[in-house]
């Protein structure tokens, strides 16, 4: 065995450890640290494996893997009700993690709570505010300008109040809590819809709004309503062209975006050994596209290998001794059951518009040129936070030296985004980086970049009708880089970088040949790379900062003349009455994402200024009226004009509104500001034919009424011309249907029934005006 000094070297190299001794780490067998950054914080799964005993016993049933972890947490396992579907939970999670673009909101929200310190581990990490512009160590220097402001911000924030700080430049949220923080059984919320990536080391990983992670953070249990557990049954083994990815892609075909709502997928079977940790990280990344509440893994050898290679050796053998738990049991029921033969599952490629229009590689170039889809690919990106682990970017380059082997370099632009830091300084070191740039690739800061709308792009003009390729995981209209005419495809890096080099849809690389420098015709093969670095990680820079023992000095400041941070003022508590007359601000007319109701891209900048960044309140839906985006009737005026000055105006002059939506309203991303925009600017009610999980939890904690039409055809029944009357709030009670009076211009009234999922908790969010007022409600008594 190494000398004890050696071993100490090599895990200070592989997890970056510069500011505590690794003795906590190597030692304390019967106390394993969560992480290496909070050696005192230590993995209950004594907890978990008494609570799961408790309701096993209760139950009667063997359990899913979903329920092991997700009645491990509960506050009262003895006396919580536990139907799949219908009861809310009451859980105790492990940690919080935020993105700095959701940090903001969450942090001046847990300021105005008053608390002195979080009562769980916590993070912040910087990963959205940096712009893809001219290269990775560039728009890392100009983001540090920019937002320098924020990022200091939520720096002192941090150290206050005990929350540990990723710098900018440390990479990708998710990638991070996957080298770092998750671990199989852990119960994780995040701000971002894609925290469920961690879910690939077989965690629990839940992504919310930012004052769900408040509750959390303050020591208060935290609701969920009991998930229906979807199992997804693999057999057979991934090989050639097929990725991981394509397991969540032909997933999303099967389920569509809204057919994981109010479920965990579990994936299982024989075919899960195939798939490396982070491959199964990407599936479960993904599954936030088919509406899930998370997706996981149970633990294997992948996972343990995946630890140990990041310095969490000593997870590894705590979970080998509770495995029992960290694996569904034999029998147990799924609410649905997917079976998918890997052995049969061929590359996919899906879009444009919609993560869920799947297609097989094969056939997309066909069925481009039938739908009159533009077939020149203008640029293909890889990474994000759903593929840029250190496999993934050894595949892409072992795609682009064979290229570079027969004298090709890319037709279309090329771009890669490593997922962290460490994966960035690993890439150099192995060669990967040179090889992707050799081929024409530019290497972007370890940021989420274009993924998230933040790309300064340059080849094209708005409204030019193009299509690009991606190893994201959403590619609804505009997403990317603020152009609707842009149609753009999520697939797997390998394959991105095969469409890149041959500039077509209509590439196949599993069939379709090349012509080479020297004229000779060749065909790729199918990408062979290893899963870790032979050698350790290499850490790179040093990007955390811990928070201090002693914080009682620290301070932090927000200027009451900024534009891009503002103190939040609670919001006004419910009048006991019921909501008379309310105006219309827009009938939507089909999908409206939070991109739609609050868009990302150069709007970043204000998520920190809830005034500011509602000036992007809805401005991507379409109004049913018109047809057109951010246009809509000021009832009083006649005028049309954009929905953000319409809703000034009505809260100007008194006017309570209501929004009317279709399915699924809200899908996407976590965003709370979705939320707080329409509550800051006088909404009162959202009603739709469905809604999107986070999105509908997001509203109630803001104090809004979340509604969808007891009878689904009620849509056509509202015009943008009539007002609407909300009875039955003084009787609210969580099952009963509200009564919805309509009101017709031309005097006539019809009464349909709205339905809502309140629990008493959640109705006294609205009694008191907001979660965050009935927590100091309760604070005070």
């Known amino acids: 065995m190494a000398p004890y000094s050696l071993l100490v070297t090599r895990l200070q190299k592989a997890l970056g450890v510069r500011q505590y001794h690794v003795a906590s780490v190597l030692c304390q067998r019967a106390k394993v640290a969560m992480s290496h950054f909070e050696p005192n914080e230590y993995i209950r799964y004594d907890l978990l494996e008494k609570n799961i005993n408790i309701v096993r016993k209760r139950l009667n049933r063997p359990l899913t893997l979903s329920e092991k972890i997700v009645y491990g947490h509960l506050d009262d396992p003895a006396n919580q009700e536990i139907e799949r579907g219908k009861t809310y939970l009451r859980l105790r999670p492990d940690r919080v993690a935020m993105q700095d673009a959701t940090a903001q909101m969450a942090m001046l929200q847990f300021i105005s709570s008053g608390l002195p310190k979080v009562a769980v581990p916590s993070t912040i990490h910087c990963d959205h505010l940096i712009e893809a512009q001219l290269g990775g160590e560039k728009d890392l220097r100009r983001a540090k300008e920019i937002n320098q402001e924020v990022y200091n911000f939520l720096a002192t924030a941090g150290a206050k109040y005990g929350v540990g700080f990723w710098r900018p430049g440390s990479g990708i949220i998710h990638q991070i809590i996957l080298e770092n923080y998750s671990y199989p059984g852990v119960l994780l919320i995040g701000t971002d819809s894609h925290t469920p990536n961690g879910g690939g080391l077989g965690g629990i990983c839940i992504g919310v709004g930012g004052a769900d992670a408040v509750d959390v953070m303050a020591g208060i249990p935290w609701e969920l309503k009991c998930p229906k557990v979807i199992g997804v049954k693999l057999t057979g083994s991934l090989s050639g062209w097929t990725s991981p990815k394509d397991v969540i892609l032909k997933v999303a075909g099967i389920l569509t975006v809204k057919g994981g709502t109010g479920a965990i997928v579990e994936y299982h079977g024989p075919g899960v050994d195939s798939i490396s940790c982070t491959g199964m990280a990407t599936i479960c990344n993904m599954g936030a596209e088919i509406g899930a509440t998370t997706s996981v893994f149970p633990y294997n050898h992948r996972m343990k290998k995946y630890l140990n290679k990041t310095g969490r050796a000593d997870i590894a053998n705590l979970a080998d001794e509770f495995k029992d738990h960290l694996v569904p049991d034999p029998g147990c029921h799924y609410d649905q059951l997917i079976e998918i033969n ?16 799947a297609h097989p590689v094969a056939e997309v170039g066909s069925v481009a040129e039938k739908e009159g889809w533009p077939l020149d690919i203008r640029v293909g990106l890889i990474g994000s936070c759903t593929n840029s682990s250190y ?75 193009n299509t690009i390729v991606t190893s994201y995981n959403r590619n609804f209209t505009g997403r990317n880089d603020a152009n609707p005419e842009t149609h753009a495809f999520v697939t797997s890096p390998e394959i991105v970088t095969a469409l890149a080099i041959a500039g077509t849809l209509k590439f196949n690389p599993e069939t379709d040949f090349l012509t080479g420098k020297d004229g000779k015709k060749f065909k790729l093969e199918a990408p062979d790379a290893d899963e870790l670095p032979r050698a350790e990680f290499d850490p790179g820079q040093d990007t955390y900062q811990h928070p201090p023992k002693d914080s009682s000095g620290q301070r932090v400041d927000v200027s009451p003349t900024s534009q891009r941070l503002q103190l939040l003022e609670p919001f006004d508590k419910w009048d006991g009455k019921d909501l008379e007359d309310l105006q219309i601000l827009i009938k939507v007319k089909g999908k409206c994402t939070t991109d739609h109701i609050s868009a990302a891209g150069p709007w970043l900048k204000f998520r920190g200024h809830l005034d500011n960044i509602s000036n992007n309140l809805l401005i991507g839906a379409i109004n049913v009226e018109n047809g057109k985006a951010n246009s809509v009737r000021n009832a009083v005026t006649q005028e049309f004009g954009p929905v953000p000055d319409t809703a000034r105006y009505y809260k100007e002059h008194g006017i309570r509104w209501v929004v009317i939506g279709d399915e699924n309203y809200g899908e996407g991303s976590s965003r709370e500001h979705a939320a707080l925009e329409p509550r800051h600017l006088g909404g009162r009610a959202i009603i739709t034919k469905s809604f999107a999980r986070i999105h509908e939890t997001n509203l109630k904690k803001q104090g809004l009424l979340p509604l969808t039409f007891a009878d689904p055809a009620d849509y056509n029944k509202i015009h943008p011309v009539d007002k609407l009357t909300i009875q039955g709030l003084k009787d609210f009670a969580p099952g009963k249907p509200l009564k919805c009076i309509i009101k017709h211009p031309n005097g006539t009234q019809e009464t349909i029934l709205l339905n809502h999922t309140f629990n008493e908790t959640q109705i006294e969010w609205f009694r008191a005006g907001s979660a965050l007022n009935r927590m100091k409600e309760l604070q005070q008594k």
């Not at 030296?401 to 300084?425: D, M």
Request: proline share 5%; net charge positive.
């Open 391 to 465: 496999e993934d970017m050894g595949r892409s380059a072992a795609v682009a030296k064979q290229a570079l082997a027969h004298g090709l370099k890319c037709k279309s632009q090329f771009t890669i985004t490593p997922g962290s830091e460490q994966i960035r300084a690993t890439i150099e070191r192995d060669g990967y980086a040179q090889i992707l740039r050799d081929v024409g690739g530019i290497v972007l800061a370890n940021a989420c970049g274009p993924c998230i709308g933040q790309w300064d792009r340059k080849d094209i003009k708005k409204g030019e009708k």
């Open 342 to 357: 890997l052995n049969e599952l061929k590359p996919h490629i899906n879009g444009p518009f919609t993560p869920d229009l």
